[in-house]
C-alpha cells in the first residue's frame, strides 16, 4: 500500500515511520501546518522534518507557505473548538493531496501525540475518507510515546515546547507568568520590610 501520511513535526514520526514501513507500506510524507506559529518556529519545525528526512530516507512534499492568515481565518470567532478547525484543516488537505498523488491511503503522526484529541482525530480522518473516498489508515500510535521521544534526542530533532498555534504559545507563557508572579508573592510575604 502507498500512503501519505501528514507529518506535524520530526519528533511526532519517528515511531509512527517504522511502524507503517514494518507492515509493509510505501510511505511519502506531507508536510502541511498552518496552525504553526510565528514564522521563526514554522521553519524551524520544518527543517526539523527535513532532517529527519534525510536520515530515514522519506519523500516529503512540504507546504512552505506559512499560513497564519489561512489559519486565523477559520479560527478567530470559534477559538473554544480550535483544534477541530485545526485538524479538519490538515487531514482535509492530506486527503485530496493523497488522491491527487493516487496513492491508496492517507494517515497522520497526529495519532502518535498524548497531548491531541485522539478521537476528534480519528473521527476527522473517516469523516474525509468518506468524503474523498480514500482509505483513512487509522493506528494508535500513542503506544510508542516514549520509544518515539528517544529516537528525536538520539537523531538530535528539534523538540518543539508548545503545540503550534499562537493560543497555545500564549498559554505556555501564561502558565510560566503565573508561577514568576506566584514566586514573587512568596517572596514579597517573607520579606520583612
Ligand atoms: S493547540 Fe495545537 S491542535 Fe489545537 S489549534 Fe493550536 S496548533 Fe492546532
Same mark, same amino acid.
Given at each position: 500500500?502507498?500512503?501519505? !501520511?501528514?507529518?506535524?513535526?520530526?519528533?511526532? +514520526? +519517528?515511531?509512527?515511520?517504522?511502524?507503517?514501513?514494518?507492515?509493509?507500506?510505501?510511505?511519502?510524507?506531507?508536510?502541511?501546518?498552518?496552525?504553526?506559529?510565528?514564522?521563526?518556529?514554522?521553519?524551524?519545525?520544518?527543517?526539523? *522534518?527535513? @532532517? !529527519?528526512?534525510?536520515?530515514?530516507?522519506?519523500? *516529503?512534499?512540504?507546504? #512552505?507557505?506559512?499560513?497564519?492568515?489561512?489559519? !486565523?481565518?477559520? *479560527? *478567530?470567532?470559534?477559538?473554544?473548538?480550535?483544534?477541530?478547525?485545526?485538524?479538519? @484543516?490538515?487531514?482535509?488537505?492530506?486527503?485530496?493531496?493523497?488522491?491527487?498523488?493516487?496513492?491508496?491511503?492517507?494517515? +497522520? +503522526?497526529?495519532?502518535?501525540?498524548?497531548?491531541?484529541?485522539?478521537?476528534?482525530?480519528?473521527?476527522?480522518?473517516?469523516? @474525509?475518507?468518506?468524503?474523498?473516498?480514500?482509505?483513512?489508515?487509522?493506528?494508535?500510535? /500513542?503506544?510508542?510515546?516514549?520509544?518515539?521521544?528517544? /529516537?528525536?534526542?538520539? @537523531?538530535? !530533532?528539534?523538540? #518543539?515546547?508548545?503545540?503550534?498555534?499562537?493560543?497555545?504559545?500564549?498559554? /505556555?507563557?501564561? /502558565?510560566?507568568?503565573?508561577?514568576?508572579?506566584?514566586?514573587?508573592?512568596?517572596?514579597?510575604?517573607?520579606?520583612?520590610?
Amino acid at each position: 500500500m502507498k500512503l501519505l !501520511l501528514h507529518i506535524c513535526c520530526g519528533p511526532c +514520526t +519517528t515511531y509512527p515511520l517504522p511502524v507503517l514501513r514494518d507492515a509493509g507500506i510505501e510511505v511519502q510524507g506531507y508536510f502541511y501546518n498552518p496552525n504553526i506559529h510565528p514564522f521563526r518556529e514554522f521553519k524551524k519545525r520544518m527543517d526539523g *522534518v527535513r @532532517m !529527519l528526512a534525510e536520515q530515514e530516507k522519506l519523500p *516529503v512534499e512540504y507546504e #512552505q507557505e506559512y499560513g497564519l492568515c489561512e489559519y !486565523l481565518r477559520r *479560527v *478567530v470567532f470559534h477559538e473554544h473548538r480550535r483544534c477541530q478547525i485545526c485538524y479538519r @484543516m490538515r487531514l482535509e488537505q492530506t486527503a485530496i493531496k493523497a488522491r491527487e498523488k493516487g496513492l491508496e491511503a492517507f494517515s +497522520t +503522526t497526529l495519532l502518535y501525540s498524548r497531548y491531541q484529541n485522539h478521537a476528534a482525530i480519528r473521527a476527522l480522518g473517516r469523516e @474525509m475518507e468518506e468524503k474523498y473516498q480514500i482509505a483513512f489508515y487509522y493506528a494508535d500510535f /500513542r503506544e510508542g510515546w516514549q520509544e518515539g521521544i528517544d /529516537r528525536s534526542i538520539d @537523531m538530535d !530533532l528539534y523538540r #518543539q515546547a508548545y503545540c503550534g498555534c499562537i493560543y497555545s504559545e500564549q498559554e /505556555r507563557y501564561d /502558565r510560566q507568568l503565573r508561577q514568576k508572579k506566584k514566586k514573587q508573592g512568596e517572596c514579597e510575604n517573607n520579606c520583612d520590610r
